[in-house]
């Protein structure tokens, strides 16, 4: 097969993209077994791969490296750092880069310079060898100067495993609170990929797109925290079963997660991710507030065969306008939803609660704390100087009367009101 015909393979359903990308990419295609590569897992091709790498990147400003079947074992860290650059494989089963465990240090590395555009990495195994530090991160995207940004970027079908460190992990050391979003991680797609020990996107910018993953292991599975101003993400698709947590956002702006089946894979430690499976989180100095926040179609476990795990299986923080509906919550009943005291305007339609076969009451799995929240049945409770509405029998109210506002605006009231009727249902 040759190379032109294994990067059509890569871009199936994108021909039209293909074309415009291969008029720039035709004067570099590069196979690293041209600059000596071996693929034999034993000889050390480190310094092969890279001379394949640097020469595509000095031909026509981009180029195409091409990884035939092989193991290509590397001692010291890949670096690529142009435009209109891509790795590729056959298949990430068949063409694996694979690290020494005496590198603690990125397996590979993308870095953002000027105008960093179309940079991908496709159908490649990225492989630790089992015992790596932390530090060893299968994938890290650097912005480390005052110019870098990297946009229309991707990692996709690839198969990124064994690393001591994070799966994809983004260092973006130029970005100082609470500057803007002028410059970072944008327009990054991480889609069809099998990923161990999870994706930190510390400093991101906007237009992430996480999607039809299995991400796998020790860390949480998806943390983004954004720089100031960094908006509309999606997490979307995936399989996502680690022990500290499956989605922690920290910051962010336009958010949705749906579609994802999350799931702990043992207990975990106390205070990660918020101390739930999805945790929406805001408070960070500068960028406070997570606001226009979609949860909805997702299949939840929180781990209730450990002994030890989780407080919540969705958790809200300092939030303004979140939607959590149509979610499929495998619960304890006092481990559903909490909304904190910091939120605002959430929404909680309706939901699935499970506890292993029974299903559960709303009431018992929602633990509401916020401002304004909309789907949640609150008890008719007492104020300063008397009962919260004039109306409540104080007799016997104050124990069975709820009230929900809905999400359409109306209130139900559910209860003993003043004339001793009852307003089980009733919309006011």
């Given amino acids: 097969m040759s190379l032109p015909e294994i990067i059509s393979l890569s871009d199936t359903g994108h021909l039209g993209h293909h074309e415009n990308l291969h008029r720039r990419f035709n004067e570099g295609w590069v196979s690293v077994t041209d600059h000596g590569a071996v693929g034999d897992g034993v000889t050390d091709d480190t310094a092969a791969v890279q001379a394949a790498i640097t020469a595509a990147q000095t031909t026509g400003g981009g180029g195409v490296v091409f990884f035939p079947e092989g193991a290509y074992r590397t001692t010291a860290t890949l670096v690529m750092s142009s435009a209109y650059m891509r790795l590729v494989g056959t298949s990430p089963r068949r063409s694996r880069i694979v690290a020494d465990d005496t590198l603690n240090a990125a397996i590979l590395q993308i870095q953002g310079k000027v105008g960093s555009t179309f940079v991908g990495v496709e159908l490649l195994a990225i492989e630790g060898a089992g015992a790596g530090g932390a530090g060893q991160h299968g994938i890290e995207i650097v912005l480390d100067h005052a110019t870098d940004i990297l946009s229309w970027s991707w990692i996709k079908?690839?198969?990124?495993?064994?690393?001591?460190?994070?799966?994809?992990?983004?260092?973006n050391t130029k970005y100082t609170p609470p500057s803007t979003n002028a410059d970072g991680l944008y327009d990054f797609f991480i889609q069809d990929n099998v990923i161990e020990n999870g994706v930190d996107l510390t400093y991101a910018g906007d237009s992430l797109f996480i999607e039809r993953?299995?991400?796998?292991?020790?860390?949480?599975g998806v943390y983004l925290k954004c720089v100031t101003g960094g908006k509309q993400h999606v997490i979307r698709e995936n399989v996502i079963l680690t022990a500290q947590g499956a989605i922690h956002v920290c910051s962010a702006g336009i958010v949705t997660i749906e579609d994802n089946h999350l799931e702990l894979k043992s207990a975990q430690t106390a205070g990660q991710c918020g101390d739930a499976v999805i945790y929406i989180e805001g408070g960070w100095a500068h960028q406070d507030t997570v606001r226009s926040v979609i949860i909805r179609h997702n299949n939840i476990d929180g781990g209730l065969r450990y002994t030890t795990g989780i407080d919540?299986?969705?958790?809200?923080?300092?939030?303004?306008g979140c939607l959590i509906e149509d979610n499929t919550i495998l619960v304890a009943a006092t481990k559903g939803i909490i909304i904190d005291a910091a939120s605002e305007g959430t929404a909680v339609g309706q939901n699935s609660y499970i506890s292993d076969a029974t299903w559960l009451d709303v009431a018992p799995s929602i633990t509401d704390n916020g401002k304004g929240t909309m789907g949640v049945w609150r008890a008719l409770s007492t104020v300063a100087g008397g009962y919260l509405n004039s109306w409540v029998d104080t007799a016997e109210a104050v124990q069975t009367g709820r009230y929900m506002k809905r999400v359409d605006?109306?209130?139900?009231?559910?209860?003993?009101?003043?004339?001793?009727?009852?307003?089980s249902g009733t919309d006011i």
Avoid: E, F, H, P
């Fill in 312 to 320: 919540y299986n969705i958790r809200v923080g300092q939030t303004k």
């Fill in 213 to 220: 993953n299995m991400i796998l292991g020790d860390n949480v």
């Fill in 157 to 171: 079908r690839c198969w990124i495993r064994n690393q001591g460190g994070y799966g994809i992990k983004l260092t």
């Fill in 409 to 423: 605006g109306w209130v139900r009231l559910s209860g003993i009101v003043i004339n001793g009727t009852t307003a």
